[in-house]
């Protein structure tokens, strides 16, 4: 079997095994209960007649080792970015190059759909990714606060109106 290490394009088919490494991601960041998606509502969305999310997967011998899954934002004052909303890597396979050529492939996605930048977000205490990022000279923003409203806010405002 050969062992080299590809990234390619994701395909429906690869879900499943994308959908574990998310599941292995929330492990890690110590949030495994706020997994709500699946592996249908993935189908949907990536897949379906205007898809909302793109990724790419890393394979060896055969097996989904890493995932960079990602999407077009746009800012009002740079335009076109990527937003890379996760770079994945299982556990066995970290500190082994998946995540430099995951991650690189995803800034070539960047550059050939003609964005301006590309941004992302890390955990505070996810020191190893942190050290990763700043390897490739990334800014770290300490000026603004994430904010979010989950589906229950998002429905009790609407009927609380």
């Known amino acids: 079997m050969n062992s080299k290490l590809i990234v390619r394009k994701g395909v429906k088919l690869d879900l ?31 897949f379906g007649d205007n ?4 990724f790419l997967v ?6 989904i080792v ?4 990602y ?3 746009y800012s009002t004052w740079k335009g076109k970015r990527l937003f890379l909303e996760d770079l994945i890597v299982t556990e066995n396979e970290r500190g082994a190059g998946v ?11 960047a550059i050939i759909n003609d964005c301006n930048g590309m941004s992302w ?7 190893p990714a942190i050290l990763f990022y700043k390897k490739y000279d990334s800014k770290f923003d300490l000026e603004w606060i994430n904010c979010s409203l989950d589906q229950e806010q998002l429905r009790a405002y609407v009927i609380n109106k």
């Open 121 to 127: 977000q890390v955990l505070d205490w996810n020191e």
């Open 51 to 54: 898809p909302i999310f793109y």
């Open 58 to 63: 890393a394979e060896k011998s055969g097996k």
């Open 16 to 46: 499943p095994f994308v959908f574990a490494l998310i599941n292995e991601l929330a492990k890690f960041e110590r949030a495994p209960h706020e997994v709500t998606n699946s592996v249908r509502q993935m189908e949907k969305d990536g």
């Open 71 to 73: 999407y077009w934002r």
């Open 99 to 109: 995540g430099k050529l995951l991650f690189e492939a995803t800034i070539n996605e």
């Open 66 to 69: 890493g995932a960079s899954i």
